[in-house]
């Protein structure tokens, strides 16, 4: 799919099949770029479910019964579709019929099932636009009335390297290190709509949110990032995604993920 450019005075982001590749402030880089080490990609979604499903042999249980799903679920393994271009905004949609089985990408070398399905129909949403200062990431979500989800945006942004690096709340400040520590599960960061990702003195990252109520950290190298919005923070108990984690859905469901460098 062609790679698709928003650019203003400040500002140049570039999106390719719906996902975030670039995103340069005064022409500085801040996302993570593909091919360098800690992640094959530079962001993608976590939809329905976030989190691990292998603990419980990929099996998630919803009011329509028990279905199989993979890490942080299967709209990852659908495709983007372009629906709208103007200047300053591009909108992709991912469209999938209830009970409809996915190949699973992770098959057969990090996953032992071939296949997904969810037994929801849903319609997934994602919008950029760039204001003078910003780049706005949209989620709208139409499913069936009463779907259980969970929502989770996974941005990378690059890092210095030196682990000199800060993510600031109004409330806390945490060390590259201390997300190191954590490993795999992600450092949890809840209750919280507002977050500082502090480079440096020339290039630091502020990340606001609407619908979302928590982020989580996540790296397992010094060179990369992942600052997370996410509606539920999954390894906050010992079981394997019981239904409290999840929203129910009661028509569209709409998220804003605002992107603002500053010096």
Not at 38 to 63: C, H, Q, Y
Not at 72 to 85: A, F, M, N
Request: aromatic fraction near 10%; charged fraction near 25%; include cysteine.
């Amino acid at each position: 799919m062609e790679i698709f450019t928003l650019q203003n005075e400040s500002i140049i982001a570039k999106i390719d099949n719906g996902e975030l590749i670039g995103l340069k402030w005064d022409s500085k880089e801040i996302i993570h770029q593909k091919g360098q080490p800690g992640w094959r990609n530079s962001d993608t979604e976590m939809f329905p479910l976030i989190g691990a499903t292998a603990p419980n042999n990929f099996k998630v249980s919803t009011p329509r019964g028990t279905c199989i799903q993979d890490q942080h679920g299967l709209l990852r393994e659908l495709k983007y579709e372009l629906i709208h271009q103007s200047e300053n905004s591009l909108t992709f949609k991912k469209t999938y019929q209830k009970n409809t089985l996915i190949k699973n990408s992770k098959f057969p070398n990090k996953s032992t099932k071939e296949f997904v399905s969810w037994p929801y129909d849903f319609e997934f949403v994602k919008s950029f636009e760039i204001t003078k200062e910003t780049l706005k990431v949209s989620f709208t979500i139409d499913p069936e009335n009463g779907m259980p989800y969970m929502l989770g945006y996974h941005p990378a942004f690059k890092l210095n390297g030196d682990k000199k690096e800060i993510v600031k709340t109004k409330n806390t400040e945490i060390t590259i290190d201390d997300i190191l520590n954590v490993g795999a599960s992600a450092f949890p960061v809840l209750n919280t709509q507002s977050i500082h990702l502090l480079r440096g003195p020339s290039l630091n990252i502020k990340i606001d949110l609407k619908g979302f109520e928590n982020f989580m950290l996540w790296t397992e190298v010094d060179n990369m990032l992942c600052i997370e919005p996410i509606t539920y923070y999954p390894n906050a108990s010992s079981d394997c995604l019981t239904a409290e984690m999840f929203n129910a859905a009661n028509g569209q469901e709409k998220f804003e993920v605002c992107i603002t460098p500053y010096s």
